[in-house]
Each structure stands twice: as C-alpha cells, then as structure tokens.
C-alpha cells in the first residue's frame, strides 16, 4: 500500500483496542458498508451503449453539473483528466459565464448529476447549455431532473438510491465522468479494491487506527480537522475528506467538522494560529504526494535551493510545518501518498471512505444519512415559489432570530 499515516501523540495499544471493540459492538446499529463493493453498482455494458453514439475523441471540454456527493469524488480524480474539466457546482454566475465563453458544443459535453433529481444547483442551468446546443447524458434516476432530460431526449443512467458520498466512485456518479474524461478507471477500481482489502478488516488496519486517533481527540474536546494539501493533485480527495467527516459524523450534537486551506499558502495565514493561538479545539492534518507526475527543476541564486525539483521544496515545507506543530505540542497528523495517479487515488479513496466509516461507528451515529441538509434547500425553494423578495426574507431572519437567541447574551 503506497499511504502512510503519521500522527502523534500515538495511541497506547490498550485504548486502540478498547476503540475496536466499540466499532464491532455499534456495527450492528447501522446499514452495511455498501461502498466496498465495487462491482455490483456498475453495469459497464450499459454504460457502453449509452456512450457509444458520442464521439469521445472529439470532446476537449467536460461540463459537470452536480455539487456535493455528485461531484466531489470526481473532483478528486479530475487532475487525470485528459480533458479539460468545468465543474459547476451552482448557477454562479462567474463561473457558468467563464465555461461558456471557453467552450463550445461542437467539442463538449455536459453532464448533469443528480440522485434525488431536485437539485437547484444542477436543474437551475441545465437549459442555459441545452439552449446553446451542448450534448448532454445525464445521470439520474427520479424528479423534475430526470423529466428535463427525458424531454431533451438526452441519454441517461441511473443513480443508485444511495449515499452519494460514498456511491459515487463505485456508481455512475464518479465512472461515467471519469471514462468520458480519459482517466483509468480500471485502476482507479483496482486501487480501491486494494484499499478495501485492508482498511475493512475487523482487525487494527491504517483506517482503523486513525479513526481511533480522531475520536481520542473528539473526546478530548477537539472539534475541528483543519486540513493542509500540500500539491493540487490531493485537493480534490481532501475535499471529499471534509464533505465525508462533516456530513457523516456531524449528527445528534456529535461530530467533528472538517476545513482545510491549500499549502503552504495556509502557513502564512491559519498557522500562527495554530502554533500561537487557542488551538487547543483544532486538529491539523498535512497531505502530501511524495512524487507528482509534472514537476520543474528550479533555477536559484541560493545554493540549498537550486537544482531542487519544486516538488521537493514543497514537500519540505510540509514536513517542517509538521515538526513545528509536534514541537508546539499540538495533536496532528501528516498523510503521504506514493504518486498522484489512478491507482493511488483508489487507495487514497478507500482510506477515506473506511476511515470516515469506522469513526461513525466510534461516535454510534449513521454514517450514510444526511437528514440537516435539506432544511436550507426547503426554504430556498419556498423562497423563490413564492416570489418573496430579499427583504422580506431578512423580516423573517430577524423575527426567527428574536425567538431563537433570547437572552443569549446573558448566558
């Protein structure tokens, strides 16, 4: 396996075995790890069909329209694309102008994602692509998204009713972008495989370990994982990490809510809080990528730096922020994976998926549910059915506002 995980302070044997114990004990409170399965919810016959009237050798541009679970796990794969890849996540509108302007139909394709099919996000620019003669095939299985696409005449596959976080990268959500966009994905499967290999055994596995090490420091009173990715190529599965640990755990006033910044830019800005502020609620985690697949040797007047790759240099800023951290005495952890490619991805992936999994398990909290997310999306929805103006909507904020805060200042 080409991940290794450093922490500190290490966890005695004695509690990691108590925290085993937990996780087979809570096992049975909760629906079965479906996400280790990597074969049963891809049907790659049908897929070829659906493909097989689309020129992929003449798509340069990849449009996906999804936010969440049904685009996160392809984001962190997006960086072996060999085309390029436009991820709208919502209707704003910078980004849906800029896509336009770069793109054309002749050369792209659009590909809208939704479980549920009652996105705002995705169903609110749908047509403004449809209008302009994109191709489309869609993935959904339900709701007024799979009506728009059925009326477009587009081709469609189905979303599996599952948690899309953890479906996507073994369901259509994640594979048809991924074999549109010319990435590996048998490699990606067989990473994934790999990493489910070990990080699912009921015995003391990587997974297990650094969910044990998260929930010591949960109950310690430590609430945030503030997340470092030293290379662009790791951003993406670090924003899988923060969706997973955030929306996974964080349920019945439990939970650890995930952030990050890109490195080292964050040394120069969250890290004189966390070495010299009140870090005792926070948790930072450095990801690395020990070898990238496009580096450069760097000319430089200063003799320790010159003739370095800018990867190196990198890196070792990234393994001195950590020995700063452990000098200040503050609980971290740095991830290092092999090389950016399909392979280490998958394993990457599976740690993820396995370790947020285990610590659900240690928290006794439902690790696929998300039952909080829909009340924004409720009154949005309200909100723009009836026609209510912004400053009403404000009258509304300020009367709910006086009912929920009474007295908090007094507290």
Known sequence: MNLKIEYYPKLPDSLLSNYLSIIKSNKKNWDDPFFSNTKSHIDFDLINEKLSSIDLNQIKNVIILGTGGSIQTFLALSHLSHKKIYPITSSRSFELINCLELTKPSDSIVIPISRGGETLDVNS??????????PFIGLSSKGTMLSILEDMKAPILDVPDLSGRFAASISNVGIVP????????????????????????????????????LYSLYEKGISNLFSM?????????????????????????KGLMGTYQSAPLCQHSVLEFLLGGKSNKVTPILW????????IILDSNIDYINGKSAHTIINYQAVATFQALIEQGLPSAMISLKEDDELNLG?????????????????NVNWSDNPKVVIGKKICNEALLNQKQFDDLQSEREKIARNRFTGYYSQ
């Not at 290379?231 to 349920?251: D, M, N, P, R, Y």
């Open 125 to 134: 620019t749908i047509e403004i692509f449809a209008k302009k003669g994109y």
């Open 178 to 213: 991924a074999l549109i966009s010319g990435i590996n994905v048998d490699m990606v499967i067989k990473g994934l495989d790999q990493g489910y290999s070990l990080f699912m055994t009921e015995s003391i596995n990587p997974a297990i370990e650094f969910a044990a090490f």
């Open 229 to 253: 990715p030293y290379t662009k190529s790791i951003e993406g599965a670090v924003g899988l990490f923060v969706q997973e640990i955030s929306e996974s755990t964080g349920k019945n006033n």
């Open 288 to 295: 690395i990528m020990e070898k990238v697949k496009s580096d």
């Open 347 to 363: 394993n990457l992936i599976a740690f993820i998926q396995a370790t947020v999994y285990h610590l659900c398990l240690l928290l």
